[in-house]
């Protein structure tokens, strides 16, 4: 099974900050990465797929890059509904794995 | 609008079997390859089974093989889970989500659905 590792697992950051939350997989999973933002309660939403594709109505300060291994998710100027939780999650081959997830929470 | 809406959770003794129901609407449900994923309480997402368009064609985690089968019903727009000899750790909320194409790129969740397992 292919492992992916987000760092950090907890972030705290401040409305206006650029962030960025890693997601490291176990073996190369060329750009079959998506992220999802999971708030208190909510399902997840699809963010980004693919590596770096931001989903339709997804805010542009939302961006994804990498391929192989290495992945980033990178949030700039932060906003008040953007904290929460974010999953990395690869589709490069079955059984299809999630990260275990980095809070964000508001400095 | 695309929506998905779950059902059929509740509290089961182990070793006990729920069905678990999503209706889809909004989109051509027909066409879309279809997955149950699940979240512990305080924990993360773990994918548990997706199904072909024709229902021909499925994949489960380790972990629910041979006690866990999904199924669907295109002409009602349904997906299913039947859950036997449930255990303690099956114990979490059960989203239904919508697969882009056959791309396992997971475009819209349902709501959810609570499975407590305890006894």
């Known amino acids: 099974d292919i492992q992916l590792t987000q760092s950090p697992s907890f972030l705290t950051a401040s409305v206006g900050d650029r962030v960025a939350i890693t997601c490291r997989a176990s073996?190369?999973?060329?750009?079959?990465l998506a992220w999802y933002q999971q708030k208190p309660g909510k399902a997840p939403k699809l963010l980004i797929h693919?590596?770096?594709t931001l989903q339709s109505g997804v805010p542009s300060r939302f961006s994804g890059s990498g391929s192989g291994t290495e992945f980033t998710l990178t949030i700039s100027y932060l906003q008040p509904e953007d904290f929460a939780t974010y999953y990395c999650q690869q589709r490069h081959s079955y059984p299809i794995t999630f990260g275990q997830g980095t809070r964000l929470e508001i400095k | 609008e695309v929506q998905l809406v779950e059902s059929g959770g509740g509290l089961v003794q182990p070793g006990g079997s729920l069905r678990l129901s999503c209706v889809g609407s909004?989109?051509?449900?027909?066409?879309?390859?279809m997955t149950w994923i699940r979240q512990a309480p305080g924990k993360g997402l773990e994918w548990v089974a997706s199904?072909?368009?024709?229902?021909?064609?499925?994949y489960y985690v380790d972990s629910v093989k041979g006690r866990f089968t999904v199924s669907r019903d295109n002409a009602k727009n349904s997906l299913f889970v039947q859950m036997n000899s449930l255990r303690v750790e099956d114990t979490a909320v059960y989203y239904c989500a919508r697969l882009a194409g056959s791309s396992s790129i997971f475009d819209y969740w349902g709501q959810g659905t609570l499975v407590t397992v305890s006894s």
């Open positions: 693919t590596a770096s």
């Open positions: 073996q190369g999973i060329s750009d079959y």
């Open positions: 909004g989109f051509t449900f027909s066409n879309h390859w």
């Open positions: 199904i072909k368009p024709g229902g021909s064609e499925n």
